[in-house]
Nanobody, 120 residues
């Protein structure tokens, strides 16, 4: 069993910053990719940023230059530093971890979500 827990959401004014953290724990052999997705009210869940175990990253165009994803493999933890936040960044942010249980078997786990609200 694997638990994925996010922290760090909240309310911030436009132009401000927030840092999200996500830790995975439990029966983990290793973790492949870890990433952040977000879902605004009435919209689908979209990719924000993802990072592989080797440190390669990929960002949504809307957050490039403002958000930075990083990872601590020893702690099975991923971070999302969000700068210059805009009202359109308001959403529930979900952490995703692709956990390798045994070689050849991997499964994606989701956190419960962290609300980020950016006021204008």
């Amino acid at each position: 069993q694997v638990q994925v827990v996010e922290s760090g959401g909240g309310l911030v004014q436009a132009g401000g910053s927030l840092r999200l953290s996500c830790a995975a724990s439990g029966s983990i052999f290793s973790i492949n990719s870890m990433g952040w997705y977000r879902q605004a009210a009435g919209k689908q869940r979209d990719l924000v940023a993802v990072i592989t175990s080797g440190g390669s990253t990929n960002y949504a165009d809307s957050v490039k230059g403002r958000f930075t994803i990083s990872r601590d493999n020893a702690k099975n933890t991923v971070y999302l530093q969000m700068n210059n936040l805009k009202p359109e960044d308001t959403a529930v942010y979900y952490c995703n971890a692709v956990v390798v249980h045994t070689p050849g078997y991997r499964y994606p786990y989701w956190g419960q979500g962290a609300q980020v609200t950016v006021s204008s």
